[in-house]
């Protein structure tokens, strides 16, 4: 059922109106930045039990993606900043 | 005929009297009744037949715990199997009927199946139809299925309409009996915006179903004191009718309410059912406890009763149980029961308490039997006699109604969805939930809480603390504090040689056998033997069972009930039904349908539509005499490469881009060059992912410095739109740029043919001659002499000289036909998508098909439009990986049979001619393919390890499914105009 995401710009919203794209702990690297970053960052996620940031987009709302973080235990949600705001370094 | 309405009292409306049917039978009951009250009011009290053994049953209790008196009420499209008939409200002309028996329920063959139960106990299944396998499906199944059942679904359409909503409030109350009232009123007169959930049609609880009072005051003017101060308090909303049935994440609750299941003539314009989604600050679990029954032999035989449920009828309807009533209690509940019927004047004869040391205050007329159990009822379809067994002497005492108690259990479902773990308490002999967690506080007897007066004040006390947590700082308890005086709990889990079948789980028909066995083989674990045994597995989900299984396991066991533990609850509380879930999202409403602006144009030049997503797509335009699709896709392509054709493009994904940097940004997540795309033209882009394969592709053109319009694929239109802000606003928030999807807002339309120009021009006001608008030429133009403005691009997916116009959406229909008419003298015709592929793949151009997510760009012959110079695009890193670069890739090539008169299918494989189907053969596969008219074959897009290496090789196309091997040639994906000379003519 539904669970309430506080998108910055629209306030609090049922999870439905957005989706969700995953890690948004991990920064796009340099394009020299080597093999291994590369792999890491294409392919390897972790899993967390616990406090997670990720990446929301705001599909059927203000369209602007977000890091939300939440609690992969309990789905509670901690935050919710424009990801434009955090940046990569979260 | 034992069970009967009393001449006076309850809650029931006798001006209002209501004519029902139960199996075609005509009975009468009374506005306030439930179809069960009213059952009992005309002596039915067989109502079902049990699951498995086909044991008559009757109705054992007043709420939503009822696992017995299963029926299906109304007919036609409305019909609704396995209503619990203690929770249905009376209407006027309600039919209703039994389940699970034939030919009657009071005559039923299958009851046979109780003969054989010494081979259906626990385990039957896994033990008897374990072999031959293939029996299952086709023999056992299907029996077993016919044999063992509920009620019936029917296939006609639902008649009605359900929604769905939000709402919002400080604190939400489920259950409105004295806790929950106690706990709004509070709140409500704080004024915190509060719900008042409770699932009946009547809030009180106990208040409605007791004879108690509180100080000076009966229990039914308390009750309407504070209904009607909480409905004068506008921020209290009280929801009736309406089940809480799960608590999810962020504190939001479901609730359903029926809000015209109890009419008899439905509202066309109302909703049957709503379904709330209630996000709530905080919320108090107000809802009551369950009783247990007593595990005895023939602890089913219609006339045994909860004693709770017999008070309930009681008191709201005026029912009495029969005329002579034996009580079998552990506790309080029993002796309330025979005070009320002997109040009354009806005759109780014996109350069999199981505690050796039976409280002695009891004033009534009811003889006592302390330290006694009642061994056995019996009866069959109705009960006659209970065998009461003492000190080892029996006693057989005629009776036609029995109640039992077996003490309490708070309901805590709701309390234990999101994870908590209900806690054994040995002083209540029975779990308990935690009673605060975060935003949820458990209130009144749910906390295991006894009197009246200590659960008003429980509810009231712990609503202030919530209100002064929430910042209300001026709230106070609407009742005040008051000492509870709870009962020693002695639990009785089970009677010890009991003659006949004692039923733990009723609906499911687990006895106590059963559950012995079950720990006897090894599946004493609480988890295990609900699987072994399917005790709570059932409508009910165990709501009367689960504890007396837990407690039989226990004693097996040799362990105390808190080792054994609970199985875990989880929604919904009650069944919800399948039109309250889909809401509106049914029929017509089910998903959207997307039209194009030029769908009406298509629709009136006789297009057949083909469903892409969420879209509907002109697939092709038949003429007259044209019998199959063939022959107009044929036509169509023909005509477009002779003269002209006109093709509805507007679905395509547009998005309008803007900004300083927005060429910049096109330059990342392209992977050719953007940066310098001159103003005025367009250019073919690849989109990357970020692992290298493709993602999309389209045509991008710059309408001025800071403005492109983008163009993708129907299908990727939304997830390209997703990918563009992700990578502006998470990867590059610095760059300039926004994005607008404007797939709506034009209708496109592709002309195309060697004619195409002659007919554009005489609606253009520019000068579209190859010297003025060369291939890709893009440009915002003039249209009827400055009447309309739109945008030319020249581009072609057909091969041939072509163009698309897009004009504002609202005038697509409009072009179009002025483009049939200016195209009339010239042989113009409207085509559809299937002639769009079909040209498409003879000009060797890609889609979806080719790119497949497997595919990166080298593979599909686009090698060069990577640069190499760009710092870095999307998906640059990763081409550069050991496995891109691999020679056997699977990479594009043309296919077509040596024999013209032999086809094959796309998807089928490429062999090494003469070679063996294996996949150590496996050369690749068929992408694309049709029949093209141009050629006068069957040409195909193949993606072929070394592809573009083995042109002129001759290969078997294999089609397992059909058995089909096709001798074929491996040549040039472009079979037609290889060197473009229609498409710059």
């Known amino acids: ?90 | 005929m034992s069970s009967f309405r009393l001449s006076s009292g309850g809650r029931i409306d006798r001006s209002k009297p209501l004519d029902f049917t139960f199996d075609g039978k005509p009975m009468q009951g009374y506005a306030g009744d439930t179809v069960a009250s009213a059952l009992l009011a005309n002596g039915r009290q067989l109502v079902g037949r049990s699951f498995k053994y086909h044991r008559p049953r009757g109705i054992l209790t007043a709420g939503a715990a009822e696992p017995n008196a299963l029926l299906t009420i109304g007919e036609g499209g409305r019909t609704e199997p396995n209503t619990r008939a203690t929770v249905a409200e009376l209407y006027q002309d309600l039919i209703a009927k039994s389940q699970n028996r034939w030919p009657s329920v009071d005559f039923d063959l299958g009851a046979v199946n109780g003969l054989l139960s010494p081979f259906l106990g626990a385990g039957f299944y896994y033990k008897t139809f374990m072999w031959p396998a293939a029996f299952w499906e086709k023999v056992y199944e299907p029996i077993i299925r016919k044999a063992a059942g509920l009620g019936r679904a029917t296939y006609e359409p639902d008649p009605d309409t359900y929604e769905k909503c939000w709402a919002h409030c400080d604190l939400l109350v489920i259950g409105a009996g004295p806790a929950g009232l106690a706990a709004a009123l509070t709140a409500g007169r704080a004024g915190a915006r509060v719900i008042l959930a409770d699932e009946g049609f009547e809030p009180g609880g106990s208040l409605i179903s007791e004879s108690t009072s509180f100080q000076d005051r009966s229990a039914t003017e308390l009750l309407a004191q504070m209904v009607a101060e909480l409905e004068s308090l506008p921020n209290v909303r009280l929801l009736m009718r309406s089940t809480v049935f799960g608590w999810y994440d962020g504190n939001v609750f479901g609730a359903v309410e029926r809000v015209q299941k109890h009419v008899g003539t439905v509202d066309p314009h109302r909703p049957m059912e709503r379904l709330w989604r209630i996000a709530a600050k905080q919320a108090i679990l107000a809802s009551g406890a369950e009783e247990r029954p007593m595990v005895f032999g023939g602890n089913d035989i219609p006339g045994v009763m909860m004693a709770g449920a017999v008070r309930s009828y009681f008191h709201r309807q005026a029912v009495a149980p029969g005329r002579q009533t034996v009580v079998f209690t552990n506790g309080g509940s029993g002796y309330q029961t025979a005070a009320d019927l002997e109040a009354r004047g009806l005759d109780v004869a014996a109350i069999v308490d199981s505690r050796a040391d039976a409280p002695t205050g009891w004033a009534g007329k009811a003889r006592i039997i302390s330290g006694g159990v009642v061994r056995d009822a019996s009866g069959g379809k109705a009960l006659s006699s209970i065998a009461i067994s003492k000190g080892g002497s029996v006693e057989t005492i005629k009776a036609d109604a029995l109640a039992m108690s077996g003490g309490w259990s708070p309901i805590i479902h709701l309390a234990c969805h999101r994870g908590a773990r209900p806690v054994w308490s040995d002083a209540k002999s029975a779990f308990l939930a935690p009673e605060r967690q975060d935003g949820l506080t458990v209130a009144g007897s749910a906390a295991g809480v006894e009197t009246l007066a200590a659960c008003l004040a429980d509810g009231a006390e712990k609503a202030r603390q919530i209100l002064v947590d929430l910042g209300f700082s001026n709230a106070g308890a609407a009742f005040a504090p008051a000492a509870d005086k709870p009962e020693h709990a002695r639990p009785l889990w089970f009677v010890r040689g009991s003659k006949g079948k004692a039923f733990v789980d009723y609906q499911n028909d687990v006895h106590v056998r059963d559950l012995v066995s079950a720990v006897g083989e090894g599946y004493g674990h609480v988890e295990l033997a609900k699987r072994y045994t399917t005790n709570g597995m059932a409508t009910d989900q165990g709501k009367l069972s689960n504890i007396n299984a837990i407690g039989i396991l226990a004693e097996a066991r040799k362990v105390s009930p808190a080792d054994v533990g609970t199985t875990t609850f989880r929604p919904f509380y009650t069944p919800l039904s399948f039109g309250a879930l889909a809401g509106t999202s049914r029929g017509k409403h089910f998903q959207p349908v997307r039209k194009s602006p030029l769908h009406d144009w298509a629709r009136k030049n006789g297009a057949v539509f083909v469903e892409t997503g969420l879209w509907y797509r002109s697939s092709w335009f038949p003429k007259s005499g044209e019998t199959t699709w063939r022959e107009s896709v044929d036509r169509e392509v023909l005509n477009v490469r002779k003269n002209a054709g006109i093709c509805d493009v507007s679905t395509l994904g547009k998005i309008e881009i803007f900004g300083k940097d927005a060429a910049e940004f096109l330059n990342r997540v392209y992977c050719n060059a953007f940066l310098k795309l001159p103003v005025g033209k367009a250019r073919y882009g690849l989109m990357l992912r970020e692992d290298g394969m493709i993602y999309d592709d389209g045509t991008t053109s710059r309408l001025s410095e800071n403005h492109f319009f983008m163009t993708t694929t129907t299908a990727y239109a939304a997830g390209v739109m997703n990918h563009l802000e992700f990578c502006a606003q998470a990867l590059w928030p610095d760059l300039d740029v926004q994005f607008a999807s404007s797939t709506d807002q034009w209708a496109q339309i592709a002309v195309a043919g060697p004619k195409s120009r002659a007919i554009l021009q005489k609606i253009v006001d520019e000068d579209i001659s190859d010297a003025a608008f060369p291939f890709l030429g893009a440009r915002e133009v003039s249209l009827f002499g400055g009447r309309l403005a739109g945008r030319l691009f020249r581009i072609s997916f057909s091969g041939e000289l072509a163009y698309e116009l897009a004009v504002p959406a609202g005038y697509g229909e409009a072009v179009a036909d002025a483009i049939m008419e200016a195209g009339a003298e010239h042989g113009i015709c409207p085509y559809g998508v299937e002639a769009l592929g079909v040209m498409r793949i003879e000009k060797g151009h890609v889609t979806h098909s080719e790119i497949n997510g497997t595919v990166i760009p080298s593979d599909l012959g686009f090698a060069k439009m990577v640069s190499t110079t760009k710092p870095d695009f999307i998906g640059k890193a990763m081409l550069s990986r050991e496995g891109m670069t691999d020679r056997d890739r699977l990479s594009l090539v043309g296919v077509k049979p040596l024999d013209p008169a032999t086809t094959f299918k796309t998807g089928s494989h490429i062999l090494v001619e003469g070679a063996t189907p294996s996949l150590e053969n496996d050369q690749g596969y068929v992408s694309s393919s049709c029949y093209s008219p141009t050629i006068g074959s069957t040409v195909g897009l193949a993606l072929v390890k070394r592809g573009p290496e083995r042109h002129g090789e001759h290969v078997t196309v294999w089609n397992d499914l059909k058995g089909e091997y096709t001798k074929a040639v491996l040549c040039s994906p472009v079979f037609f105009d290889p060197e473009n000379g229609k498409l710059h003519g």
């Open chain 1, 1 to 90: 059922m539904a669970s309430l995401i506080a998108c910055p710009h629209c306030g609090p919203r049922p999870k439905e109106e957005f989706t969700v794209r995953g890690d948004a702990g991990i920064n796009r690297p340099a394009p020299d930045a080597g093999k291994d970053a590369w792999y890491a960052y294409v392919y390897l996620r972790d899993n967390p039990r616990g406090r997670h940031k990720e990446h929301w987009h705001h599909t059927s709302g203000c369209r602007r993606w977000l890091v939300v973080e939440r609690d992969t235990m309990t789905h509670a949600v901690y935050s919710a900043v424009d990801a434009a705001v955090t940046g990569e370094t979260v």
